[in-house]
């Protein structure tokens, strides 16, 4: 799509993420040198995105405080861990988040991960609004069917935002095993919500 100034709406997206990089960037190194305000910047850009981010995987809002408040303890602690160049700031922070996540899962085994991701197949939903929340429960069942690899690669992609390579990053895989995470993961809702909103429409 091109603007009144004849630039593409990508180009200025791409700009955009740019400078957005560049400043968690020079964040970060102020952060190496104890800057406590700089810390504070970074806690605010970030916050709302990580812990949207940690909520889905964990399925509880109190989990996820926990997570971001241990992400964010972990940047400040070990500001020096972080490696620039080598990924985006924000890659390196939901990175941090997966793996705390992923921590906690095995310590907290047994838990049920309820992921509400409705929009995400785009089932063709009747107009009752019973029925529309009938098919979104139907939705919800089948997300929490998915393995984790692929719920986590779904998450990252459709609910952060991330390219697949950035996703691919924070999720320490190759780009192609993203991509097969992804393709596998979809399949399987389809295949899923397939069979069980014919049933419910059928039933209604």
């Not at 509880?60 to 602690?77: G, K, Y």
């Not at 988040?97 to 197949?121: P, Q």
């Not at 990053?169 to 992804?182: F, H, K, R, T, Y």
Request: aromatic share 4%; proline share 3%; charged share 25%.
């Amino acid at each position: 799509m091109f603007l009144a100034n004849g630039v593409t709406a990508p180009l200025i997206d791409a700009e955009e993420s740019r400078v957005k990089n560049t400043l968690d960037e020079t964040l970060m190194q102020q952060i190496r040198g104890g800057d406590h305000q700089a810390f504070a910047t970074l806690v605010g850009r970030h916050m709302e995105a990580l812990h949207g981010f940690a909520q889905r995987l964990l399925g509880n809002p109190a989990d996820a405080d926990d997570i971001v408040q241990e992400t964010f303890l972990r940047v400040w602690h070990k500001a020096e861990k972080w490696r620039p160049k080598s990924a985006k700031v924000s890659t390196w922070l939901h990175s941090i988040v997966h793996n705390l996540c992923i921590d906690f899962h095995r310590r907290d085994k047994g838990e049920t991960v309820n992921i509400a991701d409705v929009e995400l197949i785009e089932p063709h939903l009747p107009d009752d609004s019973r029925q529309q929340e009938e098919v979104a429960v139907q939705v919800k069942a089948a997300l929490q069917q998915i393995p984790e690899s692929q719920r986590r690669a779904i998450i990252l992609c459709h609910y952060q935002g991330m390219s697949n390579r950035e996703a691919a990053q924070a999720l320490g895989i190759s780009v192609s095993a993203l991509e097969s995470l992804m393709a596998r993961g979809r399949r399987k809702l389809r295949n899923i919500l397939q069979t069980q909103v014919a049933d419910l429409l059928g039933e209604l």
